[in-house]
């Protein structure tokens, strides 16, 4: 929100404690009345709920559930309490707004004890709820009274929400970035500070092809199609891409990682070692290099036809691997495991053990046709699965993301965690002094792709510019920012194209113009 705006409806955002003092204890002269909810989008429901219960009293407070408390819905809040506080703010019929932290209102009202509490109609529809009874008891005690508004008509945040979400990603941002006390000036001056880091990527390379052909027909006899060829092209993916991310955004990259002897794994050494990255590769003549060639035909894509080899790395070649991690010279080691023979139960403990004291320690396990397990990378300073594999890890398919990624954070033991949720963005979680209580464990920013060409490879822009900025700033904000910008411009590209300052400078300038509404 721009600082105008900020202005007009701050004052109204207060604690229980400072709307408690303002008010006074009852009787009052002036009657207080109170509404509380989650208020996701603030719809005619909750409009017309507001309005009535600001009829019955003079001073209406607005109280909201902090984000932490709700858990009702798959990806929920969509708005981030700040931005819920700044909409009822907004509104002329609502004096004060409080966040509540706690599960229940039950603490808030002992506190403001307003007159009345307004309950919506619909608690009282199949009798009286227990939680509703605990409210009205509360309410009672003091002398005060319990109201339930009318209910002709009902809206419901999460249909309205399902049915077409608002886009608030900028929105959402810059509530995040103010109550960090940080600016998108801050973004821009982190990328100055990636110029000669020392990062040690280890890793499955992946040559992605995409075979582009026409479609001719099918054949007579059998139920096959026909296509042209028209043009095939190669890219380094998997942990490649990684190390073209991390040394176009400035890092010194040295890449270790297990080939084949063959044209493929040629055409990666010489494409990496043009993009400037330290290629050490380990040729192991038994095993194809990795190569994921998808048969597209009209932009659709028709068949992925995959060639590689997912047994085991050798002892020996575990040997050499281990022995690089522990030689090579660098600030930060970055495990990038695509489970195409590097990374297993076995190895990891061996490879991780390398890593010298006081190197910070990034882990990806990105598995689409494999399955791995991130939660064997114990106690990294950063991991960044997708939910998918944080549902794996957890072997748990039914609870709501935040719950679930809470559950993965503790038991990763690691100190940031960034879950990727595809199309609906990405969730963070952190560690937090209890000193500041102001300061949220969790947070949430939406995609800012724009248009999305190809989605494969963004996890690996978010890695490499969340792990260099979290390096620099140790700011998990600023990293989760950077990394999320960095994905959405992957995903507005076909194929493995890596991410340079000046492709996110730009895109921060496109959004800061959206903010500033010219």
């Known amino acids: 929100m721009d600082e105008g705006s900020k202005k007009i409806v701050s004052h109204k955002i207060k604690t229980a404690e400072q709307i408690a003092a303002t008010i006074g204890a009852p009787p009052r002269a002036k009657k207080v009345i109170m509404c509380h909810g989650t208020f996701d989008v603030v719809h005619p429901g909750h409009i017309?709920?507001?309005?009535?219960?600001?009829?019955?009293?003079?001073?209406?407070?607005?109280?909201?559930t902090g984000d932490e408390h709700i858990t009702k819905a798959n990806f929920r809040p969509y708005v981030p309490q700040e931005l819920r506080a700044f909409n009822l703010a907004a509104l002329e019929a609502v004096d004060y707004v409080v966040i509540d932290k706690e599960p229940t209102p039950l603490q808030n009202l002992a506190i403001i004890k307003p007159d009345y509490f307004a309950k919506g109609y619909e608690y009282t529809s199949n009798g009286l709820h227990p939680k509703t009874a605990e409210e009205k008891a509360t309410v009672e005690s003091y002398g005060g009274e319990i109201l339930f508004t009318p209910g002709d008509i009902v809206y419901s945040s999460s249909n309205i929400i399902e049915t077409e979400a608002p886009s608030i990603?900028?929105?959402?941002?810059?509530?995040?970035?103010?109550?960090?006390?940080?600016?998108?000036g801050d973004l821009r001056s982190t990328l100055d500070k990636f110029q000669g880091i020392k990062v040690h990527v280890i890793g499955d390379l992946i040559v992605d092809s995409y075979t582009h052909t026409v479609l001719i027909g099918g054949m007579t006899k059998t139920p096959t199609m026909s296509v042209r060829m028209?043009?095939?092209?190669?890219f380094v993916g998997g942990a490649g891409i990684v190390a073209k991310h991390l040394h176009a955004a400035g890092a010194n990259v040295t890449f270790s990682t297990?080939?084949?002897?063959d044209a493929l794994g040629k055409f990666a050494i010489k494409d990496l070692e043009e993009a400037g990255v330290k290629c050490e590769p380990i040729i192991d003549s038994t095993r194809p290099t990795t190569n994921k060639n998808a048969i597209m035909a009209g932009g659709y894509n028709l068949l992925k036809i995959d060639t590689l080899?997912?047994?085991?790395?050798s002892e020996k070649i575990l040997a050499e691997l281990a022995k690089r991690i522990t030689?090579?010279?660098?600030?930060?080691?970055?495990?990038?495991?695509?489970?195409h023979g590097i990374f297993n139960r076995d190895t990891i403990p061996l490879l991780t053990k390398a890593i010298p004291e006081g190197v910070f320690r990034v882990a990806d396990s990105q598995v689409a046709t494999r399955w791995g397990n991130i939660l064997e990378f114990y106690g990294f300073d950063l991991i960044t699965p997708n939910e998918r594999e944080a549902r794996f890890a957890l072997g748990d398919q039914?609870?709501?993301?935040?719950?679930?990624?809470?559950?993965?954070?503790?038991?990763?033991?690691?100190?940031?965690?960034?879950?990727?949720?595809g199309e609906r963005g990405l969730l963070t979680f952190r560690s937090v002094p209890k000193k500041d209580e102001d300061v949220r464990a969790f947070v949430t920013l939406d995609s800012f792709a724009e248009k999305v060409i190809d989605a494969v490879g963004s996890g690996d822009a978010l890695l490499a510019y969340a792990a260099l900025a979290l390096y620099v700033t140790k700011n998990s904000i600023i990293a989760s920012a950077l990394g999320s910008f960095s994905a959405a411009i992957e995903c507005e590209h076909e194929g493995n194209v890596p991410v340079r300052p000046k492709d996110m400078l730009d895109k921060l300038a496109r959004f800061e113009r959206l903010i500033h509404y010219s």
Do not use: Q
Not at 58 to 64: C, K, M, N, P, R
Not at 230 to 234: A, I, S
Not at 399 to 411: A, D, I, M, N, Q
């Open 398 to 421: 039914d609870s709501v993301v935040r719950p679930l990624g809470l559950k993965l954070y503790k038991e990763a033991g690691c100190k940031t965690l960034i879950l990727k949720l």
């Open 309 to 313: 080899d997912n047994r085991s790395i």
């Open 258 to 261: 297990v080939l084949g002897d």
């Open 48 to 64: 017309r709920h507001l309005l009535y219960a600001k009829s019955k009293g003079d001073i209406l407070v607005a109280s909201l």
């Open 230 to 234: 028209e043009n095939k092209r190669d």
């Open 327 to 339: 030689e090579v010279k660098a600030d930060i080691v970055v495990f990038s495991d695509f489970r």
């Open 169 to 184: 990603a900028t929105e959402k941002l810059m509530a995040l970035l103010e109550g960090e006390n940080l600016t998108l």
